[in-house]
């Protein structure tokens, strides 16, 4: 089973960056597909970009030339890089591993975007 702990959210004003993290417990090498989701008050989850083990990515609309997602198998890491911020991102924003098998999910970090 796949532990994913996420890291870097916070408080950020419009405008601005922030980086989030995903660490996960054992090698993500095989991985079919990293992905980070959000979820915003009274909204469903949605996807915000994903990443395969062959280095293919996606984005949702509202993250593309904002947005970029990226692994490092060697650390078992996986990176949101956020820029240009707007209100509308405010979230939790959770990390997701997706095998053949199975889902896992970390516990979220928030991001809060605001002045």
């Known amino acids: 089973q796949v532990q994913l702990v996420e890291s870097g959210g916070g408080l950020v004003q419009p405008g601005g960056s922030l980086r989030l993290s995903c660490a996960a417990s054992?090698?993500?090498?095989?991985?079919?597909?990293m992905g980070w989701y959000r979820q915003a008050p009274g909204k469903q989850r949605e996807l915000v970009a994903s990443i395969t083990s062959g280095d293919w990515t996606n984005y949702a609309d509202s993250a593309k030339g904002r947005f970029t997602i990226s692994r490092d198998n060697a650390k078992n890491m996986v990176f949101l890089q956020m820029n240009s911020l707007k209100p509308e991102d405010t979230a939790v924003y959770y990390c997701?591993?997706?095998?053949?098998?199975?889902?896992?999910w970390g516990s979220g970090t928030l991001v809060t975007v605001s002045s």
């Open positions: 054992e090698s993500i090498f095989s991985i079919y597909r």
């Open positions: 997701n591993a997706a095998t053949i098998t199975a889902n896992y």
